[in-house]
């Protein structure tokens, strides 16, 4: 068999998960490399079936993509319902928890995926993992304290590290936050580390996605796996 590259598998899924997507739905649309395929693909269905369907976005980056594809867009304020959001994830776990964050959207996509009655997650196999940790916990955090906030956490043995941009400076989130990364390599009670987190003053959202996801859907070289979560 033909070894697909991570970027393959990405592609496979993203084009699988617009078959959920129906005429008339309003979808959240993710972000991220994998999410950028699945955009490509639903504005080739909405052109070529005329199909009515009003996007939300999740990050200016989707919204570039989606506006630039004639994908007609909504602010999740203006929309009485989500039906669907699918997004990308950066880890999940065999119990169906998942870090997202990776691309800093985390607090869009958060607040998006709240607010659909279903959400998709879309991966490649690298994903999947037993336990969540191995991947760096995004935290987003207002700028004003942050360092405090970063001792806090280098105290309790988080290995936080402040995101840097290409540029090697402080990565600026959409809402113009700063991420501090937690490297935790593995995390046994990712509830009760969400309410610590989110119990911090100057925490604006960390990328712990708990009891959200309904289906995943895998890129393995053999085709896309579709894995009912709730
Ligand atoms: O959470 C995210 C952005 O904040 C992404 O969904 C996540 O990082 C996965 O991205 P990719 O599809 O590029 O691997």
């Known amino acids: 068999m033909k070894m697909m590259s991570q970027n393959e598998l990405k592609k496979l899924v993203g084009e699988k998960a617009v078959a959920w997507v129906k005429d008339g739905m309003t979808v959240g649309l993710g972000t991220g ?4 395929f699945m955009v490509d693909a639903l504005a080739k269905r909405i052109q070529e079936e005329h199909l009515n369907i009003i996007g939300v976005v999740t990050s200016a980056a989707t919204e570039k993509q989606a506006r630039s594809l004639n994908i007609p867009l909504k602010s999740v304020d203006d929309v009485e319902k989500i039906d669907l959001t699918i997004d990308g994830a950066d880890e999940i ?37 037993k336990k969540l940790g191995s991947f760096p916990l995004p935290v987003e955090v207002i700028p ?42 593995e995390i046994n009670h990712p509830h009760e580390l969400a309410a610590y987190l989110s119990g911090q ?30």
């Open 33 to 36: 490399s994998t999410v950028k």
């Open 93 to 129: 776990s065999d119990d169906f928890q998942g870090i997202k964050g990776g691309g800093a959207a985390l607090l869009f996509e958060k607040i998006v995926a709240t607010n659909s009655r279903k959400n998709i997650w879309i991966v490649d196999q690298s994903k999947m993992s």
């Open 144 to 185: 004003y304290g942050s360092k405090k906030l970063f001792s806090k956490f280098s105290q309790k043995g988080y290995a936080p590290a402040f995101r840097l941009d290409d540029t090697g400076q402080l990565k600026r989130t959409d809402s113009n936050n700063l991420i501090i990364d937690l490297h935790l390599n």
């Open 201 to 230: 003053v100057g925490v604006v959202e960390h990328g712990l996605f708990l009891d959200l996801v309904n289906t995943v859907i895998v890129g393995y070289p053999d085709g896309p796996s579709v894995l009912k979560a709730r």
